[in-house]
């Protein structure tokens, strides 16, 4: 799942949901000695917020910068979290679905015996 291309809608929309994806992740933390359970903030270290801004933007060149900032940004996330991002956005590679995959526009292999 190594070949994905993103556009700048694409991009939002896995921006989005890579949000979403960091944010449900949960760590414990003691606050006055009682340990409370808080929401990830990785997407906030990433930028993630300044990135779905830019790809939102009216301007061309900041939306094309979101999506420069985007696409470096992907291939440093783990591929459990790439894969994660792609399921929610409803991403899929039509090589790899079955035959009876409506998605799938692919031909049936033709059997030479016959």
């Known amino acids: 799942m190594g070949n994905e291309e993103f556009d700048v809608e694409t991009a939002l929309d ?3 949901a890579l949000n979403r994806v ?3 992740r949960t760590h414990r933390r003691k606050v006055m000695g009682q ?3 808080v929401p990830g903030q990785l997407g906030e270290a990433l ?3 300044h990135i779905i ?3 939102q933007g009216k301007q061309l060149r900041q939306r094309e910068r979101g999506l420069d900032e ?3 940004l992907w291939p440093t996330l783990s591929s459990v979290t790439r894969e994660k991002v792609l399921d929610a956005i409803g991403w899929y590679d039509p090589k790899s679905l079955n035959w009876e995959d409506k998605r ?3 031909r049936p292999i033709v059997d030479s015996d016959l």
Request: glycine letters at 0%; charged letters at 25%; aromatic letters at 4%.
């Open 47 to 49: 930028h993630l917020p």
């Open 22 to 24: 960091l944010a449900a």
């Open 70 to 72: 985007f696409q470096e």
């Open 53 to 55: 801004r830019r790809l």
């Open 14 to 16: 896995a921006a989005v």
């Open 35 to 37: 340990e409370v359970v």
């Open 104 to 106: 799938s526009n692919r």
